[in-house]
């Protein structure tokens, strides 16, 4: 199978590309450094599986990205790999279209597991990650709406620029991280206030800290 990692630690890439590259059955074909690169990436060699980091802060994260391969690339199976054992992660990511979530701290064994398993048509959670999952679909429904969260009350081109903004990234930084417009960026910038009924960057970044909005 023909696989691209993208993270934004070097020695992480490294890494996980020697443990696949051994295996008989694994490839991997490219290595990126955040969502826009792998977005470009997948666009190019059309990999089999996507190994995905979920943060990769200053680039585009996994979280966003996720929702634009699989929507331009649905053939690409994509398998996050992160710190973050958190339910509200994990829910965006499996509607955004990835077929498996774990842990970075898992053991290679399990890696290995997860993407032959979606590699062969398959869904992976990470175990500790279940309990959630399934308590939801045995309730039939999707987690509750917070009117605070985030993820339901942002687009993801400002889920991209909030954090940015929150770590003192100017509006031409972040137009030129995101290849968009300092006006275009000026706007998202003024709906997210609006949305979030904020009135200053210190609010900003006290949301986006008690979001974990920072580790994007």
Do not use: W
């Not at 008989?24 to 690169?37: K, T, Y």
């Not at 792998?38 to 990205?65: N, R, T």
């Amino acid at each position: 199978m023909r696989i691209i990692i993208a993270d934004d630690h070097a020695i992480v890439r490294s890494g996980f590309s020697m443990i696949l590259n051994y295996q008989d059955d694994m490839n991997v074909i490219g290595l990126c450094a955040d969502g826009i690169e792998a977005y470009q990436m997948v666009a190019k060699y059309e990999p089999d599986l996507l190994l995905m980091d979920l943060s990769m802060p200053p680039g585009e994260s996994g979280l966003i990205a996720t929702g634009k391969i699989k929507e331009d690339f649905p053939q690409t199976k994509i398998l996050i790999l992160t710190m973050h054992d958190d339910d509200e992660y994990l829910f965006h990511v499996l509607k955004n279209g990835a077929s498996g979530y774990m842990l970075k701290n898992a053991p290679d064994e399990e890696l290995l597991l997860a993407i032959r398993t979606i590699y062969n048509g398959g869904t992976y959670i990470h175990p500790n990650m279940t309990t959630s999952l399934v308590r939801e679909l045995v309730n039939h429904h999707e987690p509750s709406p917070n009117s605070n969260d985030p993820f339901h009350i942002l687009s993801n081109r400002e889920l991209e620029i909030l954090p940015l903004i929150a770590k003192g990234y100017g509006n031409k930084d972040i137009a030129q991280l995101l290849y968009i417009s300092v006006k275009t960026v000026e706007a998202h910038k003024a709906k997210i206030m609006d949305k979030l009924q904020l009135k200053s960057r210190p609010e900003l970044v006290e949301y986006a800290l008690k979001n974990k909005l920072l580790t994007f």
